[in-house]
């Protein structure tokens, strides 16, 4: 079992920079490849970016292509989302997850994603 704890949300002002952390428990950190979510007020959860166990290959919706950066720390059992230029749009609680996808390198689907941490709450003020 994997449990993951995600930090670094706050409030941010457009044009800004924010980066969330996500620790993993356990020895098997390695194993999992690596998905950020978010889910704004009455919307549905949205992938946002997700990486290979390796870290050799990344993935990024289309709405943060160019702005956020995804990376991981096997050896701290870490990943990362590094979140620049923001937009207010990009307000959102933000969800880490873990998946171990049987095919492919990762997967963007939220229902292929075993684990999931508690969520960060992320604010952009224009």
């Known amino acids: 079992q994997v449990q993951l704890v995600e930090s670094g949300g706050g409030l941010v002002q457009a044009g800004g920079s924010l980066r969330l952390s996500c620790a993993a428990s356990?020895?098997?950190?390695?194993?999992?490849?690596m998905g950020w979510f978010r889910q704004a007020p009455g919307k549905e959860r949205e992938f946002v970016a997700a990486?290979?166990?390796?870290?050799?290959?990344?993935f990024y919706a289309d709405s943060v292509k160019g702005r956020f950066t995804i990376s991981r720390d096997n050896a701290k059992n870490t990943v990362y989302l590094q979140m620049n230029s923001a937009k207010p749009e990009d307000t959102a609680v933000y969800y880490c997850?873990?998946?171990?996808?049987?095919?492919?390198?990762?997967?963007?689907?939220?229902?292929?994603?075993?684990?999931w941490g508690q969520g960060t709450q992320v604010t952009v003020s224009s």
């Open positions: 997850a873990a998946s171990q996808p049987t095919i492919g390198e990762f997967t963007t689907t939220p229902s292929s994603y075993r684990y």
């Open positions: 356990g020895r098997t950190f390695s194993s999992y490849a």
């Open positions: 990486i290979s166990r390796s870290g050799g290959s990344t």
